[in-house]
């Protein structure tokens, strides 16, 4: 029985409908929650595949939270070991600094619902397949990630050109959240530091119409969300194939 490993930051970003996806496919889940066990050991040699997820804090932030640093090794040992890797949001930040790209601010945030356009690499990519030209998709976030060298581009907004990217042929990193549901949704929503986020960040839309676009579009992401991830999971077990990558330090 395949063996995930999921990084968890903190307790308000979940797998979210990622975690029934898994759990039906019978594969068995090892969580790393860091918000409990910020000193964790991270020996990633047991599992098929490793899914890291989003949370408040950004790679800038790992002078003075060493578990971002140790995630980051985690992460190249996965790759090397030629191991499927998904990262969401700060996930597919992380990875994309493991792979030398900058990761910064981008000009504006980006919280409640965008649409999104695949490019000509995601319209052909065998993950991201399913998802439909110009779907609006939910976005939190006020980061983005450069596309690695070597990597596809697969998907960008207007507001954030960067969204998603592929690294050879079973690493993936979405800064958008496709594991969102009506519930988890509200549940951002109504948390104090996200609710602050928002209202900081000078954008038009507030938590009400966030929650009138959810109803709309929920549904219709759901379906195709459902579809990319388990298109992700099928990696998992297949045979390994290994990656050089760049010597790095993250202390």
């Not at 994309?96 to 490019?119: C, F, M």
Request: glycine letters at 8%; charged letters at 25%; proline letters at 8%.
């Amino acid at each position: 029985m395949p063996r995930l490993l999921v990084f968890q930051h903190v307790a308000a970003e979940p797998l979210g409908t990622l975690d029934p996806l898994i759990r039906r496919r019978g594969h068995r889940i090892r969580f790393k929650n860091f918000d409990r066990h910020p000193d964790a050991q991270l020996n990633v040699d047991r599992y098929r595949g490793l899914i890291v997820l989003g949370g408040p804090m950004n790679v800038e932030d790992h002078p003075q939270r060493p578990h971002l640093a140790n995630e980051m090794r985690a992460i190249e040992r996965m790759l090397e070991q030629g191991k499927p890797v998904l990262g969401i949001c700060l996930g597919a930040q992380l990875l994309a600094h493991v792979l030398g790209a900058p990761v910064s601010r981008n000009d504006v945030p980006e919280i409640g619902w965008y649409p999104l356009q695949k490019t000509d690499g995601g319209l052909s990519d065998p993950v991201l397949a399913p998802l439909q030209g110009d779907t609006p998709v939910f976005q939190w976030h006020g980061c983005r990630f450069d596309i690695p060298k070597d990597a596809v581009h697969l998907a960008r907004s207007p507001q954030c050109e960067q969204q998603a990217f592929r690294y050879g042929d079973n690493a993936y990193g979405f800064q958008f959240h496709l594991e969102m549901d009506e519930q988890l949704v509200e549940r951002w929503l109504a948390n104090p530091v996200y609710r602050d986020e928002l209202a900081a960040s000078g954008l038009a839309h507030d938590a009400d119409a966030i929650r009138t676009q959810t109803k709309r579009h929920i549904a219709a992401m759901q379906q195709q969300a459902d579809a990319v991830f388990n298109n992700f999971l099928d990696l998992v077990g297949r045979p390994q194939r290994r990656y050089t990558l760049p010597s790095r330090e993250w202390a």
